[in-house]
């Protein structure tokens, strides 16, 4: 058997804890897996407290993760601090320069710095894991970058925040508002204080970002990503998206286009029928379309301390068994600059909810304006809620489209407005075929 | 770049042709991807016919594939030809004792002398890939073997046999026999002339014993595998679980449990709510329940040409990047012989459908064989068909049994037909946790 592989871990929350747990717990199997002891020889944390549970006496003890990233005596630096900037990133180029692999969960770090840090790596000869960054314990990275080798990927899509599946499924099974579901979330530790960069959308960019370079084997482009959040969807999307045979789930979604790459994040009607659709709490799932493997998806565990070590110890064992595969899945001078198809030329069915006057003939003048643009409507619902009086100032029109563009859908929403039907803005969730 | 990586590639049916295409379409990027040219330079196939499709200057043709396998002028050998035996295993045999890695398709030949191949390989040092040979394009065995590397799995299941799936699925949607949705399967091809293979669930044991060897790091052993068939499905059967929350998909099921690890194929019931129970039509499906990911689920295309060619170029790829992980994960010394727990020990609910002659206190003379036992019932069904005389000589009784096991449940139907209510053999499924 080799020399033992000495770890040096920065960051022990939730997946740092559950990692060195992990590699306890798995010691034999993965050396006899990997033909080498796995070793974590020093430890880096905010609080040293922490440490104590886990026999500090075991581990070394770096104050400074940068200090333990430049250690002569760790082959493998492991960042589990998180954060685009800052210390993370720093201890993270220490390693890479010093000539030593990193394996990282950190998204942010990725989405902003992947391609410098892949340089990086490049540049030594050292590999860069980063499996857990995105959707926590399922495979999605190794699968992108070495079991679809042969295909050719014409879209990826997928659940990637767990918070946002929570919020929508407790929504719809519960009859809850965003709000409540929120603050629910919240109280079980599913949601931050700060919720804003979950249900946002901006967490499930970070990781769209890192898959589209996989996938297509474009430069990192995270600032390419139209994003919207879940904060806007009602009950009454909810309920009509049912009615209709659909459920809104906030997906990513990165396709080749004739246009180019599109990249966005935004609440999006999925068949009720489609796998997709079936994927309810804090799971996640990843869909990817390609010419030989036709369709694949993988569900799992998007999050949690365990789940997301899991994905840190198989980046650790590709190490040991000295695998060297481009972070990327290719060399840098292969990556091509991501080419962004801009949104308005995204095509696609639409649901639009309307709240317009009660008078007669608004739907007809709806109507015409879609048809103006050659814009055909698979349904139109114009009804009364039970309950709600007749004679309301404005009642509910719901619209599905067939396919259509971004722009021609802007254009006809224009005119609906400027002939003044409508009450309140209109709802736009964008419908993704399957 | 290093030289080229040198292909012979032995069988040329629809997968066979399928891998030249799709090597030809992504020449380039799979030269990038692993910093190798792969070059198929010679084929066998027993018709030479089939080869001038793919402009046969292009390849040297060996008439014989274990010559092939012997050439000095390949470093791959890949073996499409299947069969367990004869040829195929000749050939990668000579392979590998040639020193050369092989890639194959071929179930049968894995689950017979999987262990033998993999002590070839390792003794040589050289790699032994079959991804392709376990549900298609769906890389089931990079995750179990690379991608969990940290866990420890409890349960493998799946969806194995997209023939099985297609004809229960078609005999639920459109309400049509075994025999009907059979001949149809054969008439679209996804059935063979003799389809007694598939339906039998002999395919799923090989490819279970694939995956139980590789989630439990035991030796594989096809024999040790309890394997029942579809043939005695009934729409009776299919209607029932319906009513009662279930649906009818042939698994193979590999778990870890007190008495050694279960191995058995059988027809399953799977409540309606869960993933595997959504995976429709000639789709496969893998479940993996381990201690760190909890539960993993990949839903894919079990067959076809191109599909299962993208999983053969996955293992080429690897083997081009120089990665020689042991086949099964562990190298051989470490594989663990596999202890079988006796069909007897398991331990589930189960679905029986009974035909009781139609005599007062029939259903409760059940009820009490049961209750004797300790088998408690979850429900219990007594109805006429709608459309069935009153006074038909005998109904259908479908009890649902709470956890139990597989020896109370033989004992207590051995009791039931002892008591002479029953007109016909009991129908047993078992039903399967989430």
């Keep these: 058997m080799s020399s033992p592989l000495r770890l040096g871990v920065a960051g022990l929350g939730t997946v740092g804890g559950a990692l060195l747990k992990l590699l306890d717990r798995q010691a034999a199997a993965l050396a006899a897996r990997t033909g080498r002891e796995i070793a974590v ?11 104590r549970d886990l026999d500090p006496a075991r581990f070394d003890w770096a104050s400074d ?13 492991v960042e589990l601090i998180g954060g685009a900037d800052g210390v993370a990133r720093a201890a993270v180029e220490t390693a890479l320069q010093e000539g030593k692999s990193v394996v990282t969960a950190n998204k942010a770090l990725l989405a902003k710095h992947g391609l410098h840090l892949a340089r990086l790596a490049e540049a030594k000869g050292v590999a860069l894991g980063f499996e857990a960054s995105v959707a926590g314990g ?34 719809e099974a519960e009859q809850l508002s965003f709000g409540q579901c929120l603050a629910e979330a919240q109280k079980l530790g599913y949601a931050e204080a700060d919720p804003s960069f979950d249900i946002g959308g901006y967490d499930t960019a970070h990781k769209l970002a890192i898959l589209t370079a996989l ?17 806007h969807i009602t009950l009454a999307d909810i309920s009509a998206a049912a009615e209709l045979g659909y459920r809104i789930k906030l997906l990513g979604v990165a396709e080749r286009t004739a246009a180019g790459i599109e990249q966005r994040v935004h609440p999006t009607m999925v068949p009720r029928s489609s796998a997709i659709a079936q994927v309810m709490g804090v799971t996640n799932a990843v869909t990817i379309d390609a010419d030989a493997v036709q369709e694949l998806t993988l569900v799992g565990p998007g999050a949690g301390g365990a789940a997301t070590a899991s994905a840190v110890v198989a980046d650790i064992a590709d190490v040991a068994r ?19 198809a801009p949104l308005q030329t995204h095509e696609g069915g639409y649901y639009i909810r309307l709240s317009v006057y009660d008078r007669s003939g608004a739907a007809a003048a709806i109507a015409a304006r879609m048809a103006e643009r050659a814009i055909s409507l698979e349904s139109i619902v ?12 404005a009642v509910p029109v719901v619209l599905i489209t067939h396919a259509t563009s971004e722009k021609l859908i802007g254009e006809a929403l224009k005119a609906v407005l ?17």
Tied chains: 1, 2.
């Design 138 to 171: 399922i495979p999605i990275v190794k699968t992108l970058r070495d079991s679809l080798a042969g295909n050719r990927v014409s879209r990826v899509y997928g659940i990637l925040n767990g918070t946002c599946n929570y919020i929508l499924s407790r929504m």
């Design 41 to 51: 020889v020093a430890v880096s944390a905010q609080n040293r407290g922490k440490v």
């Design 322 to 340: 000295g695998l060297k595969a481009p972070p990327f899945g290719l060399p840098l001078k292969s990556l091509a600059p991501l080419h962004r």
């Design 418 to 434: 400027a002939d003044g039907f409508i009450a309140e803005p209109p709802q736009v969730i964008r419908i993704e075929r399957e």
């Design 382 to 393: 114009q009804r009364r809620r039970p309950g709600e009086l007749k004679g309301a100032s």
């Design 215 to 231: 996938a297509f084997g474009t430069e990192i482009a995270a600032d390419a990503i139209a994003v919207e959040g879940i904060e």
């Design 65 to 77: 993760p940068v200090a333990l990233a430049a250690s002569p005596d760790i082959d493998v630096f």
